[in-house]
């Protein structure tokens, strides 16, 4: 659903992505693996029309969308949960959520519809829906950014670095719920520095160093390639 080619992209001073080729296919799971700094942040901006690439190609179901803004790309069908959640802290979780919802918000019906899934997907939200989302644990807190995500219906959804900073039993809570999504037909495309669970859960996965792809291939065997295993697995 999501093909990325001779990608290059920045931010004024010079470029952080050089000549990146990713694939994410439809219904399947893809893990971007990298340091701080790699560029996964910087390509999951561009794919989503945060930042204008300098050069290359994207395409999203078949339609290039290079040059397409955020809200096209939500209309389009993609949902991007940024790294540092981004809640409003002050509003309710409730609130938070529907504001996800917003290109649909004409439909009421579904936009219900959608809200109660994320509150079963999530049986916390529900307890705390009306509490304000900075009053909530970080791991509650990530899950109301992955939900407020979810509330747009897409194709295909963006996760940046979702475990950061969440205790160990938080870190499994939020990667099953990834693999539910995942089940439901939403393809997934998930930058992970915890590389050990996300290879456990992706079909696909892609190493970032220095804005560049240096690895890809199926999950599997990038788990088995010592390169991945001693920069990422601590073997």
Do not use: W
Not at 146 to 170: F, N, T
């Amino acid at each position: 659903m999501i093909t990325v080619s001779g990608l290059s992209a920045g931010y004024g001073a010079g470029d952080v992505l050089h000549s990146v080729d990713i694939t994410a296919p439809e219904g399947e799971l893809t893990v971007v693996l990298g340091a701080n700094g790699s560029g996964k942040s910087t390509l999951f901006r561009t794919i989503s029309g945060v930042l204008r690439p300098t050069a290359g190609r994207i395409e999203f179901a078949g339609e290039d969308t290079t040059r397409s803004s955020t809200a096209a790309m939500v209309r389009k069908g993609l949902a991007h949960c940024p790294e540092g959640r981004h809640l409003f802290p002050r509003m309710s979780v409730e609130k938070n959520l529907l504001l996800g919802a917003y290109s649909n918000r004409r439909q009421k019906a579904r936009v219900q519809s959608l809200l109660e899934r994320n509150y079963e997907m999530f049986p916390i939200l529900r307890d705390k829906s009306n509490q304000p989302a900075g009053s909530l644990s970080g791991g509650q807190q990530q899950m109301v950014a992955i939900g407020r995500a979810l509330m747009s219906d897409p194709k295909m959804l963006i996760l940046d670095e979702p475990s950061m900073g969440l205790a160990p039993l938080i870190t499994q809570q939020v990667f099953a719920a990834i693999v539910g999504i995942n089940r439901e037909g939403i393809g997934v495309v998930l930058a992970e520095q915890n590389a050990r669970s996300a290879l456990q859960i992706a079909s696909s996965a892609y190493v970032l160093s220095e804005g560049r792809v240096v690895l890809s291939g199926p999950a599997e065997q990038l788990a088995d390639d010592p390169a991945v295993q001693k920069a990422y697995l601590g073997v």
